[in-house]
Structure formats: structure tokens, C-alpha cells
T-cell receptor, first 113, second 115 residues
Framework: KAGVTQTPRYLIKTRGQQVTLSCSPI?????VSWYQQTPGQGLQFLFE???????NKGNFPGRFSGRQFSNSRSEMNVSTLELGDSALYLC????????????FGQGTRLTVV | AQSVTQPDIHITVSEGASLELRCNYSYGATPYLFWYVQSPGQGLQLLLKYFSGDTLVQGIKGFEAEFKRSQSSFNLRKPSVHWSDAAEYFC?????????????FGTGTLLAVQP
């Protein structure tokens, strides 16, 4: 069974640009969550999707957004990039919305210059 | 506030020695409990989880963890460490109530293994 696939693996963007990251969950998993990992703040929850609806959102500015498609694939978008957005962005998928473990992808390393 | 504490930022052990990584949590009720491992530049791999039942849980790669309700702890152990265990380890909690898989992570413990 294929794991969680995140694309691209690496990205370099300039301040002010926008970026879109993609996540394909494990087949049959309907819940997708996103996390930001930085050396200073650690692993922080961004948002969570289930059945194409955002179910939960972390404490991030509105520049961070996401969506989920009918096939459970998810994208997250960051607009007006700032240097502080440089991070490893991790996607996790779960079978259902509660009471189950989350499986993580390899992440997308975003560098903002 | 909900939080997870991993008091040891960095630990060095010799290959073949035993290992215990500490994790304490602050939560309204007993949460779901997880340990993940991360190699440099990689994603998180689930080592083990506690949902209910036996408080001593077995995971992959020879790891185990014990849930102690009275101490709000979920410490990770391994009887004999291998060089390939060098990585960063994260303890995480998830809510039992509410429809969410949101995890709250500790700050991680970086494990180095000496030959």
C-alpha cells in the first residue's frame, strides 16, 4: 500500500510570492491534516480536512489556506510568502476523523528567500 | 492548556545500552498517546500508540512505551539501542472527544548513538 505522498519535496520561493503544496493520502483515508515544522516552533497544527470540509484550524494567519478534493487529495496554499514561512510542511492522513492514528508523508521543504 | 513535555532535548547512549525517553502531558482527560520518530529531512514514522487497554504497548523496531495515568506520562523504552536508532523522537497526544485527529507534539528528543 502506498504511503502519503507529498509534492514537491523541495521548493525555493521569493518573499511575496505564493506557493501550493500537494498531498495524496493513503488509499481509503479520508482525513488529511497539515503541520508546519520549524526549529524554533517545532511541530504546529495548521488545519484538518475531512470530506472536503475544513474541520479544524490552527493558529495561523489567513495567508495559510487549504482544501480537499473529492478523492481526498489535499492542497495547502500560502500567499504573500514571508521569510518566516520557511519550514518543513508535513501532511498526515487518517482513515477517519477521530480515534485513529495519523500517517505522515515525507514533507515539503519550503525555503523563502 | 493542553501540552506535551519532553524534558530531554538531547540524549546520547552507547550502542547496546538501554534507552528511556520521557514524555509528560497536560490534558483535560486521558488523551490518545503516540510516539513518532523522524530521521533527518524525513517525515514522521509512527512507532507506537496507546488508545486503551494494556498500559504497556509494543511498537515497531523493538520499542515499547508505558502509560502511567497517575504521572500523566508515556515514556518510550528500548532494551538495546542500535546505531540506526539515531533520530529525533516526538511524543504526541490526540483528543478522545471531538471529531478531530489533531495532534499536539512535544519539542522532541534528539538521540545520538555512540559506537
Amino acid at each position: 500500500k502506498a504511503g502519503v505522498t507529498q509534492t514537491p519535496r523541495y521548493l525555493i520561493k521569493t518573499r511575496g510570492q505564493q506557493v501550493t503544496l500537494s498531498c495524496s493520502p493513503i488509499s481509503g483515508h479520508r482525513s488529511v491534516s497539515w503541520y508546519q515544522q520549524t526549529p524554533g516552533q517545532g511541530l504546529q497544527f495548521l488545519f484538518e480536512y475531512f470530506s472536503e470540509t475544513q474541520r479544524n484550524k490552527g493558529n495561523f494567519p489567513g495567508r495559510f489556506s487549504g482544501r480537499q478534493f473529492s478523492n481526498s487529495r489535499s492542497e495547502m496554499n500560502v500567499s504573500t510568502l514571508e521569510l518566516g514561512d520557511s519550514a518543513l510542511y508535513l501532511c498526515a492522513s487518517s482513515v477517519r476523523l477521530q480515534g485513529t492514528e495519523a500517517f505522515f508523508g515525507q514533507g515539503t521543504r519550503l525555503t523563502v528567500v | 492548556a493542553q501540552s506535551v513535555t519532553q524534558p530531554d532535548i538531547h540524549i546520547t547512549v552507547s550502542e547496546g545500552a538501554s534507552l528511556e525517553l520521557r514524555c509528560n502531558y497536560s490534558y483535560g482527560a486521558t488523551p490518545y498517546l503516540f510516539w513518532y520518530v523522524q530521521s533527518p529531512g524525513q517525515g514522521l514514522q509512527l512507532l507506537l500508540k496507546y488508545f486503551s487497554g494494556d498500559t504497556l504497548v509494543q511498537g515497531i523496531k523493538g520499542f515499547e512505551a508505558e502509560f502511567k495515568r497517575s504521572q500523566s506520562s508515556f515514556n518510550l523504552r528500548k532494551p538495546s539501542v542500535h546505531w540506526s536508532d539515531a533520530a529525533e523522537y516526538f511524543c504526541a497526544v490526540g483528543a478522545r472527544d471531538g471529531a478531530t485527529n489533531k495532534l499536539i507534539f512535544g519539542t522532541g528528543t534528539l538521540l545520538a548513538v555512540q559506537p
